[in-house]
């Protein structure tokens, strides 16, 4: 599991590019053969969504965007995938 956080004593606080960064090293070349399919959901306008994209393709997911009034619906399309 990715640890995305800092502390007030100074600590590096990693971004969220340096935590999917990590999280795409750590993914097995075989994700999308073996099932796993990743759903990214860009809420927001300061979501990288080349990043999340990359984890979609990476996995045989897809890459949904959403905001407050649109998540339940992202949720359905989500689930209607699997």
Do not use: C, H, W
Not at 31 to 53: C, T, Y
Not at 55 to 64: K, P, Q, Y
Request: aromatic content about 6%.
């Amino acid at each position: 599991m990715l640890d995305v956080s800092g502390s007030m004593e100074g600590e590096r606080i990693r971004t969220a590019r340096d935590a999917t960064v990590e999280f795409l090293s750590r993914l097995p070349a075989n994700a999308e053969a073996d099932g796993v399919k990743i759903f990214p959901i860009a809420f927001g306008q300061a979501a990288d969504q080349d990043v999340l994209n990359r984890i979609a393709n990476v996995t045989g997911g897809r890459l949904f965007s959403a905001d407050p009034t649109s998540i339940s619906n992202v949720y359905l399309s989500i689930s209607a995938e699997q």
